[in-house]
């Protein structure tokens, strides 16, 4: 099967000229074969402190880590218009990757050495459409129950003017990571 999406679209002179944003990541494979020997809090201070690369999603879509604690992470965002749905706001994928991030890496922060983790629900409320004027994302998620099989975290995305876009509530599974 090949790829045909190229050939679906022809750019018409109306559209004005194309636009281009360039994306680097490094082997996300060294990222988890160093911090498979750390906690969850230290692994994600090495992310933060430029010890290990983050993970290629951050790049991706322009996430950062600005403070982390137990049970707690800030993460920043920058949004512009790549970033845009059909009828010109952020889409809202983007919103709810950012607090599956927050939430999940909360939780990470409390984890042992050798344990990981993954989303079974994420529940997210929408409070206001995003723009690239709204300024860079701030993201908090804090864990509300930690857990040997499973916890609880919650996140809140504001903008620069420090609105709230979002919130979301989310579980998630901690299982041991194989060695």
């Known amino acids: 099967m090949t790829d045909r999406t190229a050939d679906l679209v022809t750019p018409q002179e109306s559209w004005?000229?194309?636009r281009s944003r360039s994306v680097?990541?490094?082997?996300?494979m060294v990222t988890a074969a160093g911090a498979a020997g750390l906690s969850g809090l230290d692994a994600m201070r090495a992310i933060r402190d430029g010890r290990l690369p983050p993970p290629p999603i951050a790049s991706l879509l322009r996430m950062s880590v600005h403070a982390i604690e137990e049970g707690m992470v800030e993460f920043g965002c920058a949004?512009?218009?790549s970033v845009y749905n059909?009828?010109?706001?952020?889409?809202g994928g983007l919103v709810c990757t950012l607090l599956d991030t927050v939430v999940g890496c909360a939780v990470h922060t409390t984890l042992p050495q050798g344990v990981g983790y993954t989303s079974i629900e994420?529940?997210?409320n929408y409070l206001r459409a995003v723009r690239a004027t709204s300024g860079p994302l701030r993201a908090v998620g804090r864990v509300v129950k930690p857990g040997s099989r499973v916890a609880f975290a919650e996140g809140e995305v504001t903008d620069a003017a420090g609105r709230a876009v979002a919130t979301a509530s989310g579980s998630l599974l901690v299982f041991p990571l194989p060695s």
Not at 86 to 91: D, L, T
Request: glycine share 10%; net charge negative.
């Open 16 to 18: 004005g000229a194309s």
């Open 24 to 28: 680097e990541w490094y082997d996300p």
């Open 79 to 81: 949004v512009d218009e």
């Open 86 to 91: 059909p009828i010109g706001v952020v889409h």
């Open 122 to 124: 994420l529940k997210v």
